[in-house]
């Protein structure tokens, strides 16, 4: 038998060889760093004197001594011995759980230090990593389908939306990406234009700055921009939603869990048509159920919201006075009041 002087593989590893004699060989005793012997597995063949065999071992991290003994049929024997380093890989293993659905890629940091996602087409698809080895796994939905989130992520793994990173670590790794249909879509005629006030939660004053508005374009994919509003700062984003309510920023060509602007956090989640915005700043929380716009051009202002005959409706909101407790100014306080005009 021969073995390279340096493996790094998985663990079992299969030692295979042949072995020979005239009339034939009985066994194939292995020892493994001077343990106990392992009797090997015979294959068949036609000549005795080659005769294929193979045994799994489980090699210690480092330098390992192998001895392989043949034995013939009249007792005589032969040993072989050796020397090889070892570096035990572990298993990782990618499934889909609806494979026709999407894709996975994985990029591993140093390259060599995993082995190509096999089979290609397979499900799951599996490589062999060494331990400490930075894994990015990347998955990407077919037409008209959307990521769906993970499942089973391992400790310390770092998720992105449809982006996980994470150190290989010293034991076998299983994940799962999961997609379905984009759940993103309006009904027939309906806008995709989003909007919605932010307020302050139930621990937060309620102020100037933390009360704004957020408004934004959502398409069928879940791509999504918009704008937020708070304290006199506005801020633009691209954002991606997934199929799990999760939400990513797209902020120079970089995906990020949350959005950083003068000095305030924003996440966003989706869920049945309805987008929920948290905007963080020192302790302060503003929160908003920021939702689908009612009406389009294509899908109009129902007539008993408008004047008889008419494609209008005109309204007066009146805006009343409150007491100021503890009054912070001694100027008179008034009614206001303003006007709105609704087109179909």
């Given at each position: 038998?021969?073995?390279?002087?340096?493996?790094?593989?998985?663990?079992?590893?299969?030692?295979t060889?042949t072995?020979g004699?005239?009339?034939?060989?009985d066994?194939?005793?292995?020892v493994?760093?001077?343990?106990?012997?392992?009797i090997?597995?015979?294959?068949?063949?036609?000549m005795?004197?080659?005769?294929?065999?193979?045994?799994?071992?489980?090699p210690?991290?480092g330098?390992?001594t192998l001895?392989v003994t043949?034995?013939?049929?009249?007792g005589?024997?032969?040993?072989?011995?050796?020397?090889?380093?070892?570096?035990r890989?572990?298993e990782?293993?990618?499934?889909?759980?609806?494979?026709?659905?999407?894709?996975?890629?994985?990029?591993?940091?140093?390259?060599a230090?995993?082995?190509?996602?096999?089979?290609?087409?397979?499900?799951?698809?599996?490589?062999?990593?060494?331990?400490?080895?930075?894994?990015?796994?990347?998955?990407?939905?077919?037409a008209?389908?959307?990521?769906?989130g993970?499942?089973d992520?391992?400790?310390g793994?770092v998720?992105?939306?449809?982006?996980?990173?994470?150190t290989?670590?010293?034991?076998d790794?299983?994940?799962?990406?999961?997609?379905t249909g984009?759940?993103?879509?309006?009904i027939?005629?309906?806008t995709n234009?989003f909007q919605g006030?932010?307020q302050?939660d139930f621990?937060?004053?309620d102020?100037?700055?933390?009360?704004?508005l957020?408004t934004?374009?959502l398409?069928?994919?879940?791509?999504?921009?918009?704008?937020?509003?708070?304290?006199?700062?506005?801020?633009?984003?691209r954002?991606?939603?997934?199929?799990?309510?999760?939400c990513v920023?797209?902020?120079?060509?970089?995906?990020?869990?949350?959005?950083?602007?003068?000095?305030?956090t924003?996440?966003?989640?989706?869920?049945?048509?309805?987008i929920?915005?948290?905007?963080t700043?020192?302790?302060?929380?503003?929160?908003?159920?920021?939702?689908?716009?009612?009406?389009s051009?294509?899908?109009?202002?129902?007539?008993?919201l408008?004047?008889?005959g008419?494609?209008k409706?005109?309204?007066?909101?009146r805006?009343?006075w409150s007491?100021q407790?503890?009054?912070?100014?001694?100027?008179?306080r008034?009614d206001?009041f303003?006007?709105?005009?609704?087109?179909t």
């Open positions: 038998t021969s073995m390279a002087g340096k493996i790094s593989a998985v663990a079992p590893y299969v030692v060889g072995a004699d005239a009339k034939g060989i066994r194939v005793e292995v493994l760093n001077g343990g106990d012997p392992i090997a597995t015979l294959g068949a063949t036609t005795p004197t080659a005769v294929p065999f193979s045994v799994p071992i489980v210690l991290n330098e390992n001895a043949a034995y013939d049929l009249r005589n024997h032969t040993t072989v011995t050796r020397i090889f380093t070892f570096a890989r572990y990782l293993a990618i499934l889909r759980d609806y494979p026709a659905l999407g894709s996975v890629v994985l990029v591993a940091t140093p390259a230090s995993a082995s190509a996602l096999s089979p290609a087409s397979g499900n799951p698809r599996r490589s062999a990593i060494l331990p400490g080895t930075t894994v990015k796994i990347t998955a990407t939905p077919a008209k389908m959307v990521f769906n993970w499942l992520a391992p400790a793994a998720v992105t939306g449809d982006v996980m990173t994470f290989m670590p010293d034991e790794v299983e994940v799962t990406a999961r997609f984009a759940p993103f879509a309006a027939i005629g309906a234009s006030l932010l302050p621990s937060t004053a102020s100037n700055s933390t009360v704004g957020l934004g374009a398409t069928a994919s879940g791509g999504f921009t918009g704008k937020v509003s708070i304290d006199g700062v506005t801020q633009p984003f954002a991606i939603f997934y199929g799990d309510t999760s920023f797209l902020v120079a060509g970089k995906k990020q869990n949350a959005l950083t602007f003068g000095g305030r924003l996440t966003l989640e989706y869920w049945q048509d309805t929920t915005a948290k905007v700043k020192n302790g302060d929380v503003s929160e908003g159920q920021i939702r689908r716009a009612s009406y051009p294509s899908f109009k202002v129902p007539s008993n408008l004047l008889p008419s494609t409706g005109y309204y007066t909101m805006l009343p007491p407790i503890p009054p912070v100014n001694p100027y008179p008034g206001g303003m006007t709105i005009t609704l087109s």
